[in-house]
C-alpha cells in the first residue's frame, strides 16, 4: 500500500486497520482502507498532496491516493468519555489503539510489507469461530460509547457472528443507555444498519429483543401484538419488517419509509360492523404522522421527512387497474410524478411482506405501473408548467395577477387532465373567457 509505505519512509509507524482488515481475512471485496499510524493529524497533512479534514480533532485526515480514499486515524486513546463522545489523546501505541476499539475482529492491524498481522485480542480466531466479542471488559466498553449496542447488532447480522456470552449479557444490562445518543448518530447508524443487513427482520428483530427499539423507535415498537385481519398472516409490527426486508438494500432510505408505512395501525384499528373482524380505516393518516414524528426525531432532513410523510400518505391510494387514462393521469397528480417508482417499490414489497399475498404474484400492481407507464409515455399535461398557456396568457386578456390566477390555470389542469385534446393555446384561451 502506497500509504503506508510513504508514512514508514517518513518513520512514522503506520497498519492498515478496521472493517477493511476484518473483511479481507473473510474473503470479501474490501471497501475502504482505514490506515493507523504514529504520524500526528497535521503531519499526515504535510505529507500528502491532496487531503481533507474528516474529523481531525479525533486524529482524522482523508487522502487520496491512486485514485482511492483511505481514512488515516493517528494512534490514539480514550481519555475519557461519557457513553457519546470521546476526549482522546495521541502520542498511543498501536496496541493502545487497538485496545480502544470496539470488536476483537475490528481491532486486527495488518502490516502490508511483512504480510503480518498484529491481533492482541484474538479477532481472527473469533472471525474463524464465528463469534462477536468486545475488546476488554463488555462492561466497560458499552458505557464508553453507546453507539456500540447498535453496532453490534449491525456486525453480528452482516457478518453472520454469533454474540459471546459475556458480551450478550453487558448488551442486556447496557442497551438501554442508547437513549442518550444524538438522534444524528443514530440515524446514521441505522442507514448503515439497513445498507448492510439484507434481513431487516433479522436485525431489528434484535433491536426489539433487547429493547433498543422501544427507546429509539417506539412506534414501531407498539406494532408488534397487533393483530391483523383475515388478509393478513402476520401481526403489524412483524408484517412492517417483512415489508422493509423487500426493499432492496441499495435504497436504505425506502428502508425506513416502508418501517413507517402503518405506523398508524395501532391507533386506527377498530372492529368492522359486518364481519366483526380487525378493519384500520384510513391509518394512513395517523401513519403519515407518526412518519413525521419519528423522521424529526432521528434528524432526517426537512426534505427526506417531507418525502417519507408524503410516501405514507399516499399509499393506501391505489386505483384498481384497468381504470381510464384520466383516472390515471388523476392518480399520478395526486402521488406526484417524482414519487410514483418509489411508491411502486413500496406497493411491491407491501405486497411481498404480506405472507398470505405473497403465494400470488403481484399482477395487480404491476398492471397499475405498467399502465402508469404508458400513459406518461403520451407525455400529456400533468403539471402547470405543462399548459399550453401561463399566467402571462392569462394576464394578457385580463385577468389580474394573484391567487385567482393560479386557481383558474389549477382548474385549466384538471380539465386537461380529462382530456388531453384541450391543451391547446386557443381551446383554452376559449374556455377561459367563457
Ligand atoms: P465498515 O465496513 O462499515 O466501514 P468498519 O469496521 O470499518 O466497517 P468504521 O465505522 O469505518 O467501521 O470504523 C472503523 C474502525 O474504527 C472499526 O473497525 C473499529 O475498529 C473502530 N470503531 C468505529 N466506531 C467505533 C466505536 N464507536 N467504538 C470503538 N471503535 C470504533
Ligand atoms: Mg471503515
Same mark, same amino acid.
Given at each position: ?12 509507524? @503506520? ?22 499510524? %504514529? ?6 497533512? &504535510? ?29 490514539? !486513546? ?7 463522545? @470521546? ?11 487497538? /485496545?480502544? =476499539? ?21 479477532? =481472527? ?22 453507539? =456500540? ?16 456470552? @459475556?458480551?450478550?449479557? %453487558? ?15 443514530? *440515524? ?10 439484507? &434481513?431487516? &427482520? ?5 433491536? *426489539? ?20 385481519? @383475515? ?12 415489508? /422493509? ?17 402503518? #405506523? ?38 426537512? =426534505? ?75 407525455? !400529456? ?13 392569462? %394576464? /394578457? ?15 385549466? #389542469? ?21
Amino acid at each position: 500500500m502506497a500509504i503506508v509505505q510513504r508514512l514508514r519512509a517518513a518513520d512514522h509507524p @503506520a497498519y492498515a486497520v478496521g472493517g477493511a482488515v476484518r473483511d479481507s481475512l473473510r474473503g470479501e471485496r474490501i471497501g475502504d482502507w482505514d490506515v493507523a499510524t %504514529a504520524a500526528h493529524p497535521e503531519v499526515v497533512q &504535510s505529507l500528502f498532496s491532496a487531503t481533507f479534514p474528516i474529523g481531525v480533532e479525533h486524529g482524522t485526515v482523508g487522502v487520496r491516493i491512486e485514485d482511492e480514499t483511505i481514512e488515516v486515524t493517528t494512534f490514539r !486513546t480514550d481519555v475519557a468519555t461519557d457513553g457519546r463522545h @470521546a476526549e482522546v489523546r495521541f502520542g498511543a501505541t498501536l496496541e493502545e489503539d487497538l /485496545a480502544r =476499539r470496539d470488536f476483537t475482529v475490528n481491532a486486527i492491524a495488518w502490516d502490508p510489507e511483512s504480510d503480518t498481522l498484529v491481533d492482541p485480542f484474538g479477532g =481472527r480466531a473469533d472471525l474463524e469461530a464465528g463469534v462477536l466479542r468486545a475488546v476488554g471488559d463488555p462492561d466497560q466498553r458499552f458505557p464508553e460509547d453507546y453507539l =456500540r449496542v447498535l453496532r453490534a447488532f449491525r456486525i453480528a447480522v452482516r457478518l453472520e457472528l454469533e454474540i459471546d456470552p @459475556a458480551t450478550e449479557r %453487558a448488551l442486556e444490562r447496557h442497551a438501554a443507555g442508547v437513549v442518550r445518543l444524538s438522534g444524528e448518530r443514530v *440515524r446514521d447508524e441505522l442507514l448503515k444498519t439497513l445498507t448492510e443487513c439484507r &434481513s431487516v &427482520s433479522t436485525v431489528l428483530g434484535m433491536w *426489539r429483543q433487547y429493547g433498543v427499539m422501544a427507546l429509539l423507535f417506539p412506534e414501531l415498537a407498539v406494532c408488534f401484538g397487533v393483530e391483523q385481519n @383475515a388478509y393478513h398472516a402476520d401481526d403489524v409490527g412483524t408484517h412492517t419488517l417483512l415489508v /422493509a426486508d423487500n426493499v432492496h438494500p441499495r435504497r436504505p432510505f425506502l428502508r425506513v419509509v416502508s418501517l413507517c408505512h402503518d #405506523l398508524g395501525k395501532p391507533m386506527a384499528r377498530e372492529v368492522h360492523p359486518e364481519t366483526g373482524d380487525w378493519t384500520f380505516p384510513q391509518h394512513e393518516v395517523p401513519s403519515a404522522r407518526l412518519t413525521r414524528q419519528a423522521l424529526r426525531r432521528l434528524k432526517f432532513s426537512r =426534505r427526506e421527512v417531507a418525502r417519507a410523510e408524503h410516501l405514507v400518505r399516499v399509499h393506501m391510494d391505489l386505483p384498481p387497474p384497468d381504470v381510464s387514462d384520466a383516472a390515471i393521469r388523476r392518480w399520478i397528480r395526486r402521488v406526484g410524478e417524482e414519487h410514483l417508482w418509489d411508491l411502486y417499490r413500496l406497493h411491491l414489497a407491501d405486497w411481498r411482506g404480506n405472507r398470505k399475498r405473497a403465494e400470488r404474484p403481484p399482477a395487480p400492481i404491476v398492471d397499475l405501473y405498467h399502465q402508469a407507464r404508458r400513459v406518461l409515455k403520451q407525455q !400529456t399535461a400533468l403539471r402547470v408548467e405543462d399548459l399550453a398557456i401561463d399566467g402571462n396568457d392569462l %394576464a /394578457a386578456i385580463g385577468l389580474a395577477p394573484g391567487p385567482e390566477l393560479g386557481k383558474t390555470l389549477d382548474w385549466l #389542469l384538471e380539465q386537461v387532465v380529462e382530456d388531453p385534446a384541450l391543451n391547446t393555446r386557443d381551446t383554452l384561451l376559449e374556455m377561459v373567457r367563457a
